[in-house]
């Protein structure tokens, strides 16, 4: 399976095309986009027409497989007392339902900026508060992803771009419904997917990524054989790719 932040509209023209030329190196069974909003309208909705594939899309999610995906449930996970969504929905695979979650947190990119921002040390303090802010927020959303993990198969697996890295509160909550990683499971290096876009106007485009903000989490009855990341040139994230197993009930 792939999951990927796509950030469509965020890139050139041939940003489909080469996310597609990507998805047939790759070649995964189950494709998980976020910021995907309209995708299935050009280039990447023919690619798995023509692969007769069923893809299902709402907002900025898109799930598309070689196998029957079902409709698309949106869940809420507001942020600061805003509306804010993910989707689950539920994958035939080998003729035994697998539960998955599409997800992407709230990004910390405009309290961020808004820091970096502040010249008067006086205004750090409120900068700072910002920043405190917007971390609890992401960790009330991983709390409600945590309920609802919790109520699911051991099968379930939820993806996407957290805005999180590892070693964070947040994806330490959602291993609390235990899931488990699966490029801590079964990864080779650092893992990292973003941060390539902010230095490749110094470095050109094959500049090196340095945060793990994309994550592929396993309930406990999925097992990763392997997971890896992909390329850089389509999106300011890479793609999170993973060989999965299942123990069937």
């Not at 876009?197 to 396993?218: A, C, Q």
Request: charged share 20%.
């Amino acid at each position: 399976m792939l999951t990927w932040n796509i950030d469509y509209g965020g890139y050139d023209k041939l940003a489909p095309l080469e996310i597609r030329d990507h998805l047939k190196l790759e070649n995964p069974d189950v494709v998980l986009f976020q910021d995907a909003g309209g995708i299935l309208k050009g280039p990447l909705g023919r690619h798995f027409d023509t692969l007769g594939w069923q893809a299902r899309s709402f907002g900025q999610y898109v799930v598309a497989s070689r196998y029957p995906v079902g409709d698309l449930e949106v869940r809420p996970i507001p942020f600061d007392n805003a509306m804010h969504t993910c989707v689950r929905t539920v994958v035939q695979v080998a003729g035994h339902p697998v539960v998955f979650y599409n997800v992407h947190l709230q990004t910390p990119r405009s309290r961020l900026a808004a820091l970096l921002k502040t010249r008067n040390p006086r205004r750090l303090p409120l900068a700072m508060r910002g920043m405190e802010r917007d971390m609890r927020g992401r960790f009330g959303q991983a709390l409600l992803l945590k309920d609802y993990l919790g109520k699911e198969p051991g099968n379930a697996v939820l993806v996407g771009d957290l805005n999180v890295p590892d070693a964070s509160s947040s994806a330490d909550m959602l291993r609390e419904a235990g899931v488990h990683d699966a490029f801590s499971e079964s990864g080779c290096g650092y893992g990292f997917t973003f941060g390539h876009s902010l230095v490749e106007k110094w470095l050109g485009p094959y500049s090196f990524s340095w945060l793990r903000l994309d994550h592929i989490f396993l309930g406990p009855q999925v097992r990763a054989l392997s997971c890896w990341v992909g390329a850089s040139l389509a999106s300011d994230h890479r793609p999170v790719v993973a060989d999965l197993s299942f123990v069937w009930p």
